[in-house]
């Protein structure tokens, strides 16, 4: 089974850089088909999703992120990464990394999908 696990500072101050890590194990990234992604949930609200790497590293990012965000690969550790920067209390969220298949993304943890566990990460001085 593809298991992915998260992981990072789980508090960031204002103005800083967010950075986490996603680790994938049980299967292989090699395939340009997945949609490696990144997803948040503020405490109270609904699913946010963020963007995702294609393995060929072709990205996607949320309109409303994108000037912020910068998602990569760590290939040799089959890895993938979450940047956000110039972060916010706003930011304050559970975040998640998942793969998804692509008529999946942006629907919620679907049927042949695989999400982490999820990492709360707060914004606070």
């Known amino acids: 089974q593809v298991q992915l696990q998260e992981s990072g500072p789980g508090l960031v101050k204002p103005s800083q850089t967010l950075s986490l890590t996603c680790t994938v194990s049980?299967?292989?990234?090699?395939?340009?088909?997945?949609?490696w992604s990144w997803i948040r949930q503020p405490p109270g609200k609904g699913l946010e999703w963020i963007g995702y790497?294609?393995?060929?590293?072709?990205?996607y990012y949320s309109p409303s992120l994108k000037s912020r965000t910068s998602i990569s690969w760590i290939t040799s550790k089959n890895q993938f990464t979450l940047q956000l920067n110039s972060v916010t209390p706003e930011d304050t969220a559970v975040y998640y990394c998942a793969r998804v298949i692509p008529q999946n993304y942006g629907r919620g943890n679907r049927p042949g999908d695989y999400w982490g566990q999820g990492t709360h990460v707060t914004v606070s001085s």
């Open positions: 790497v294609l393995y060929s590293g072709n990205t």
């Open positions: 049980g299967g292989s990234i090699t395939t340009n088909y997945y949609y």
